[in-house]
Each structure stands twice: as structure tokens, then as C-alpha cells.
């Protein structure tokens, strides 16, 4: 029994759509074991934009930190491409991760049985489904490094820096290490050792801390086979570690594998395990009010909440079931339908997987 806070920044577009059907799982998990989750709904991106001339409120930074965890939908759209570069919806998202420290991106990447035909790899390579998980660093590298312009040997030139301190490099590590304990205990640190002085300390420092997890199977892979093996035989991977840059890269390869982009959550987490948590899809403003977005990759983001920071496996897994069985029943939003399935929008879909819950 517990009683959790949750900051619920719906946010632009499909945004609104999607985070009430999760509210809505939420609230019916909270009813069936017990548990009290409280929502607190503020403005970040465009809308807030509309409402208080900025992207992120402090109100909505106040409201965020104080909660246990915040719940995310989509920044962004067409209306608001002429803001000042400072205030574009999008910098909201990064405010919110520099804030709240949330130093660990978490992307999972599934193919159900039942969408298997959306896969673009042969049938035989991922026969039997797949389930990766890949943990990325989000808040250091070569995209927060030194950077600038200087004469070079010839000429003027650009350079941007990779940078990693062994503090950054630990802490990404220690929650890729206790995922993994949480799922098939085979953890892949992907780096480019045999080039960068700092995929060397990445390594340095795993080797340090893998004897804190003896049941931890621990390999190291250079990111150009990472990459090539994604698409040869990604079911030899389960949890994969790697820094900014290259987990930027890796988990956009992952999920395209999918071939649901519609389906996929994601988690970004700080020490403490407190996280953010949202689909991986943009606010598709096109769609928006129309009942037509897909809400399962929000619903399937808050099964992550449970998960993640609030030790609630069971609850995720009722969450996870009841996706599963709703896909296996033929039901399909728009942007995963196919001959044969039952058309859906996004309420109906909702409704059909708390019926499962």
C-alpha cells in the first residue's frame, strides 16, 4: 500500500491524449492493490508558452521536484518554430532533465508476437520476440563537453570535446548493473575502447565495480559491431550500457527495429531512482484531438514508473500483460493497423487495456 505524487506535464499535441489514458491506468492499478496515486497536472512546452510566455514555468520545476515521479507526454509542434531559440518547447525537456538530474536514460526496445510483421528484420532473426534494454547516459560526453571554434592545421576548424569523470562514468554503470539484476543479469557495455581514452576509463571503471554484482554477466562491445549486431543478431543483447552520444544512436537503431515507434516508453532516472517517464513519440500535431494517437506507449511508460521507482513489479507486469493481451486480440490505433485488425482510436484502445488490468 502506498500513497505516490505524480507531476503530469501532458504537454503539446497528443500529448493530453495519451497521459490521460495512463492516468487512467494508474488510478485502476491504484484501486486494485491498493495504492493512492495523487496527480498534479502543470504546463511545460508550447501550452506553457501560450500561458506564461516560457517553457518551463518554476511553478512547473517546483511541482516536478517535489513529486515522486513526473509523467510526460510530448513537447512541440509547428505553431511555436519561430520562439526564441531559449524558449523553444523542446528546452523545457532539457531544463527538466539538468534540474532534476536525471543522469539515465532507460529505452527499452520489444517486439510483441503479435506485430512481429512490422519488424523490418527477417522472421528467423527475431523469431521468438525481443526484448533489449538500453541504458544511456543522458547528462554528460561529447554533447555537454568543451566546444568551440580555433585556427587549426588547416584552418579554422571546429571541436567538440568527450569528456567523462569516473564519478559520472560509476553512477551510470551502478543503475545499468541493478537493471540488469532486474531482468536476465547480462549487461553489455558498448564503447570504443580501442580509439578513446575515455571508453578506456568506462572499462577501467566497470571492471572496478563487477564484482559488486557477481551475478551479473558482464561483455564489453566496440559501437561500430554494437551497431551491426543490432541488426544481425540483436536477441544476443539484453541490457546494453554506453555513453550520450552513442546511446543516442543505438537506441533510435533499437527502435526502429521494433518497427512501432508508437509503442515504445522510456525512463530517465537520477540517483535516487526518481525519474521522468514518456513515449518516445513527438507530439504529432496533426493528429492531435482526434482520437487517433496511440496511447500504449505512455500507458507502457508508467508500467516503467512502477517499475523503476516505486519497486512496484507486480503492478508493472499487470500493466504489461494487459498491453500484450490487447495487441494479441487484434486491436490496433491507426499507426499500427493493419488487414484484418479491429480499428481503434485512442480512448477505445485505453479502455480495452483496463479491462485486462
Given at each position: 500500500?502506498?500513497?505516490?505524487?505524480?507531476?503530469?506535464?501532458?504537454?503539446?499535441?497528443?500529448?493530453?491524449?495519451?497521459?490521460?489514458?495512463?492516468?487512467?491506468?494508474?488510478?485502476?492499478?491504484?484501486?486494485?492493490?491498493?495504492?493512492?496515486?495523487?496527480?498534479?497536472?502543470?504546463?511545460?512546452?508550447?501550452?506553457?508558452?501560450?500561458?506564461?510566455?516560457?517553457?518551463?514555468?518554476?511553478?512547473?520545476?517546483?511541482?516536478?521536484?517535489?513529486?515522486?515521479?513526473?509523467?510526460?507526454?510530448?513537447?512541440?509542434?509547428?505553431?511555436?518554430?519561430n520562439v526564441a531559440n531559449a524558449q523553444r518547447?523542446?528546452?523545457?525537456?532539457?531544463?527538466?532533465?539538468?534540474?532534476?538530474?536525471?543522469?539515465?536514460?532507460?529505452?527499452?526496445?520489444?517486439?510483441?508476437?503479435?506485430?512481429?510483421?512490422?519488424?523490418?528484420?527477417?522472421?528467423?532473426?527475431?523469431?521468438?520476440?525481443?526484448?533489449?534494454?538500453?541504458?544511456?547516459?543522458?547528462?554528460?560526453?561529447?554533447?555537454?563537453?568543451?566546444?568551440?571554434?580555433?585556427?587549426?592545421?588547416?584552418?579554422?576548424?571546429?571541436?567538440?570535446?568527450?569528456?567523462?569523470?569516473?564519478?559520472?562514468?560509476?553512477?551510470?554503470?551502478?543503475?545499468?548493473?541493478?537493471?540488469?539484476?532486474?531482468?536476465?543479469?547480462?549487461?553489455?557495455?558498448?564503447?570504443?575502447?580501442?580509439?578513446?581514452?575515455?571508453?578506456?576509463?568506462?572499462?577501467?571503471?566497470?571492471?572496478?565495480?563487477?564484482?559488486?554484482?557477481?551475478?551479473?554477466?558482464?561483455?564489453?562491445?566496440?559501437?561500430?559491431?554494437?551497431?551491426?549486431?543490432?541488426?544481425?543478431?540483436?536477441?544476443?543483447?539484453?541490457?546494453?550500457?554506453?555513453?550520450?552520444?552513442?546511446?543516442?544512436?543505438?537506441?533510435?537503431?533499437?527502435?526502429?527495429?521494433?518497427?512501432?515507434?508508437?509503442?515504445?516508453?522510456?525512463?530517465?532516472?537520477?540517483?535516487?531512482?526518481?525519474?521522468?517517464?514518456?513515449?518516445?513519440?513527438?507530439?504529432?500535431?496533426?493528429?492531435?484531438?482526434?482520437?487517433?494517437?496511440?496511447?500504449?506507449?505512455?500507458?507502457l511508460s508508467v508500467a516503467m514508473m512502477l517499475?523503476?521507482?516505486?519497486?512496484?513489479?507486480?503492478?508493472?507486469?499487470?500493466?504489461?500483460?494487459?498491453?500484450?493481451?490487447?495487441?494479441?486480440?487484434?486491436?490496433?490505433?491507426?499507426?499500427?493497423?493493419?488487414?484484418?485488425?479491429?480499428?481503434?482510436?485512442?480512448?477505445?484502445?485505453?479502455?480495452?487495456?483496463?479491462?485486462?488490468?
Amino acid at each position: 500500500m502506498g500513497n505516490y505524487n505524480i507531476a503530469v506535464v501532458a504537454g503539446d499535441g497528443i500529448g493530453p491524449e495519451v497521459t490521460k489514458e495512463a492516468m487512467s491506468v494508474l488510478t485502476a492499478i491504484g484501486e486494485k492493490w491498493g495504492h493512492t496515486f495523487t496527480f498534479n497536472e502543470v504546463l511545460a512546452g508550447g501550452c506553457a508558452i501560450d500561458a506564461y510566455g516560457e517553457c518551463l514555468p518554476e511553478s512547473t520545476l517546483d511541482a516536478c521536484k517535489a513529486a515522486d515521479a513526473v509523467m510526460l507526454g510530448a513537447v512541440g509542434g509547428p505553431k511555436w518554430d519561430n520562439v526564441a531559440n531559449a524558449q523553444r518547447p523542446e528546452k523545457a525537456l532539457l531544463g527538466l532533465r539538468k534540474e532534476l538530474d536525471l543522469f539515465s536514460n532507460l529505452r527499452p526496445a520489444k517486439i510483441y508476437d503479435a506485430l512481429a510483421d512490422a519488424c523490418p528484420l527477417k522472421a528467423e532473426i527475431v523469431e521468438g520476440g525481443l526484448d533489449i534494454l538500453i541504458v544511456r547516459e543522458l547528462t554528460g560526453g561529447i554533447y555537454f563537453g568543451e566546444r568551440g571554434y580555433r585556427e587549426g592545421k588547416y584552418g579554422n576548424e571546429a571541436y567538440d570535446v568527450e569528456t567523462y569523470s569516473e564519478m559520472e562514468i560509476s553512477r551510470i554503470l551502478k543503475n545499468a548493473f541493478e537493471v540488469a539484476m532486474q531482468r536476465g543479469k547480462k549487461l553489455c557495455c558498448v564503447d570504443k575502447a580501442n580509439v578513446l581514452e575515455s571508453s578506456r576509463l568506462w572499462r577501467k571503471v566497470a571492471e572496478e565495480m563487477k564484482s559488486d554484482y557477481p551475478e551479473v554477466e558482464l561483455s564489453y562491445m566496440y559501437i561500430d559491431n554494437a551497431a551491426m549486431q543490432m541488426v544481425r543478431n540483436p536477441k544476443q543483447f539484453d541490457v546494453i550500457v554506453t555513453s550520450n552520444m552513442f546511446g543516442d544512436i543505438l537506441s533510435d537503431e533499437a527502435s526502429m527495429i521494433t518497427g512501432s515507434i508508437g509503442l515504445l516508453p522510456s525512463a530517465s532516472l537520477n540517483g535516487t531512482n526518481k525519474g521522468m517517464y514518456e513515449p518516445i513519440h513527438g507530439s504529432a500535431p496533426d493528429i492531435a484531438g482526434q482520437n487517433k494517437a496511440n496511447p500504449v506507449a505512455a500507458i507502457l511508460s508508467v508500467a516503467m514508473m512502477l517499475q523503476y521507482t516505486f519497486h512496484l513489479s507486480a503492478e508493472a507486469e499487470a500493466i504489461e500483460n494487459a498491453v500484450t493481451a490487447v495487441l494479441e486480440a487484434g486491436y490496433r490505433t491507426g499507426d499500427i493497423y493493419s488487414e484484418g485488425m479491429i480499428a481503434v482510436g485512442t480512448k477505445e484502445m485505453g479502455a480495452e487495456i483496463l479491462a485486462r488490468i
